[in-house]
């Protein structure tokens, strides 16, 4: 792997013939300070085809490579939790987040549990509660709901074990307050993983604090969509791309907020 932007001037000599170690993508992916200043900070982690594609058949891994997996690991490590849309958590087949040794004590020492708990973001509730993601967590699976949720859909998480958040008014998750809620409990280190309608939601508030992007030098024609989808803004928003690295092909960049 090597790193592009900015220029490395104390990378190993033998960095760019083998994979990073965690402990070196830890240091290029972790958290800004902002994320103890009240607000959090939200990044989201997506992958793309060089067409643009979010997926392929619905899924994201024929866009991946190993190189992408261990960064998504990474990130995953990082974050206190790991906000995902009731879509993605069926297309994906989600599972909790795993422990990871080399994490440990980094994580004991930040105060956190020891794996990022899994927000799910649902309104109609229809999931498959007999997923491990339910059934297997470390931390207990939260799922965040609207106020309208459906009763036997609330019933049925809960009695899987799922710790049951709701906000927003009506049928709708207010995007802005799920950020608010979670870092109200204490999650000031936020990650998503989509889906893209999810991820829309949140940059269409002005909730998304980063964005990290990873380009597949493959392309998948076809109608799969873009990794943020909604009705669309105004003006397009800026990023600043503050960090990019390469293995194989593909491209990983972490852009943030003006």
Known sequence: MRRLLPPALDVPDDALDRPWEPAELAGVY????????????????????VDGAAHHGGRSQPLSHPADMRIFGVLRALADVVIVGAETVRQERYRPARERAEFAARRAEAGQTPVAAIAVVSASLHLDFSLPLFTEPVVPTMLITGPAAPRHGLDAARAAGAEVITVGEG?????????A????????RLLTEGGP???GAFAEAGALDELCLTTSPR????TAGRVMSGPGIEVPRELELTSLLEESGFLFGRYRRV
């Open 181 to 188: 809620e979670l870092v109200r409990r204490g999650y000031t």
């Open 30 to 49: 972790a958290y800004p300070q902002e994320h103890l200043h009240g607000q959090g900070w939200l990044r989201a982690n997506m992958v793309t085809s």
């Open 171 to 179: 049928a709708e998750v207010d995007p802005l307050r799920v950020k």
């Open 219 to 222: 392309y998948a024609v076809g």
């Open 197 to 199: 309608r999810l991820l």
